[in-house]
Structures are given as structure tokens and as C-alpha cells.
């Protein structure tokens, strides 16, 4: 049983690019959510997708966008790309959308920004 | 607002001695509660959760944590330590009227053999 899974595992871009990332969950499950881990911290919420809506949205701003499709898996994408962008990008998936299911991590994007 | 803090940075132990990780939350209400262990290169690792009633949870790997309302703590502990426990541990919180998750800073766990 394949568990989340990622890609690219690196990234490297420059500054005002755009760059998309990819999350497949794991099997069963029907809800993603991203985080960015930033170096040497822990992990913030960006936003969960259900039903190919996004259902809840952290502290971002409007450059990270992102989409569900119909067979769960997910895309993350972030527009004018900034220095601090630069961080571990992870997806977590669960079957269900309240705080008691437990979210299964992939093992993440590192994205560096020049 | 939701928040966690991970006091220790970084700790060290050796290989068979005891270990306590230290958390603390802020929420008005009984949170949904996490411990998960990250290696380098992997992804978290759930290690325990703790949601209501029995107040001592046991999770994987040997680790227990405790819930405190009192200290608005949850510790993870195990009792003997091994050297493939060296990782980084996140507690998280995560409430009842919401499904993200809010992480602390992480402790660095070292494992002298």
C-alpha cells in the first residue's frame, strides 16, 4: 500500500518564477492538505482540499493556490516566487476531513529559491 | 489563538537512558492533541494522539505522552532510548472546529551510543 507520495523531491527556482507541486495520498483517503516547513521550523498550514473545494485556508497569501482532482490527488502552486518561499513543501493526507482523522505525511518538495 | 511551544531546542541522551520531550499548548477548549517524529528525508511520523478519556496515551515505537490540563502540557516520554530514536519531534494541536493542524518549533533529539 503505496503511502503519500510527492514530486519533484528537489526544486530549485528563481525569484518571480512560478512553480507547481505534486501530492498523490494514500490510498483510501479523500482529503489533502499542504504545509510549508520553513528551515528550522515546524510545519504551517496552507490549505486542505475535500471534494476538489478548498475547505480551509491558513495564513497565506493569494500567490499559493492550489487544486484537487477527482481521483484526491492534489497540486500546490505558488506564483511570483519569493527568497522566503524557500522550505519543505509536505502534503498530508487522511480519509475524512475532521481534526480526529489522522493526517499520513508524504515526504516532501524542498524548494529552493535564488 | 491556537499555539505550541517546544521549550528544548535540542536535547541530548545517551542510548538507554530515560527521555522526556516537553509541550505546551494554548486553546480555550480540550484541543486534539499529536506527537509525530520526523527522520531526515522523511516525512512526519505520527507517533500518538490524544483526543479524550484516558489521559496517559501509549503510542509506537514505546513512547507515551500525558495529557495535563492543568499545565496545558503534553510530554512525550519513553523509557529507554535507542539510537534510531534520533529525529526531530513536533507536538501539534489541532481543534475541534477545524481540521488543520498547529505545530511547534520541534525538539532535535541526539542519541549518544
Known amino acids: 500500500d503505496a503511502g503519500v507520495t510527492q514530486s519533484p523531491t528537489h526544486l530549485i527556482k528563481t525569484r518571480g518564477q512560478q512553480v507547481t507541486l505534486r501530492c498523490s495520498p494514500k490510498?483510501?483517503?479523500?482529503?489533502v492538505s499542504w504545509y510549508q516547513q520553513a528551515l528550522g521550523q515546524g510545519p504551517q498550514f496552507i490549505f486542505q482540499?475535500?471534494?476538489?473545494?478548498?475547505?480551509q485556508r491558513g495564513n497565506f497569501p493569494d500567490r499559493f493556490s492550489g487544486h484537487q482532482f477527482p481521483n484526491y490527488s492534489s497540486e500546490l502552486n505558488v506564483n511570483a516566487l519569493l527568497l522566503g518561499d524557500s522550505a519543505l513543501y509536505l502534503c498530508a493526507s487522511s480519509n475524512g476531513v475532521t481534526a480526529q482523522e489522522t493526517q499520513y505525511f508524504g515526504p516532501g518538495t524542498r524548494l529552493l529559491v535564488l | 489563538a491556537q499555539s505550541v511551544t517546544q521549550p528544548d531546542i535540542h536535547i541530548t541522551v545517551s542510548e538507554g537512558a530515560s527521555l522526556e520531550l516537553r509541550c505546551n499548548y494554548s486553546?480555550?477548549?480540550?484541543?486534539?492533541l499529536f506527537w509525530y517524529v520526523q527522520s531526515p528525508g522523511q516525512g512526519l511520523q505520527l507517533l500518538l494522539k490524544?483526543?479524550?478519556?484516558?489521559?496517559l496515551v501509549q503510542g509506537i515505537k514505546g513512547f507515551e505522552a500525558e495529557f495535563k490540563r492543568s499545565q496545558s502540557s503534553f510530554n512525550l516520554r519513553k523509557p529507554s532510548v535507542h539510537w534510531s530514536d534520533a529525529a526531530e519531534y513536533f507536538c501539534?494541536?489541532?481543534?475541534?472546529?477545524?481540521?488543520?493542524?498547529?505545530f511547534g518549533t520541534g525538539t532535535r533529539l541526539q542519541v549518544f551510543p
Open positions: 501539534a494541536v489541532g481543534a475541534r472546529n477545524t481540521d488543520k493542524l498547529i
Open positions: 486553546y480555550g477548549a480540550t484541543p486534539y
Open positions: 482540499y475535500y471534494e476538489e473545494e478548498e475547505r
Open positions: 490524544y483526543f479524550s478519556g484516558d489521559t
Open positions: 490510498s483510501g483517503h479523500d482529503t
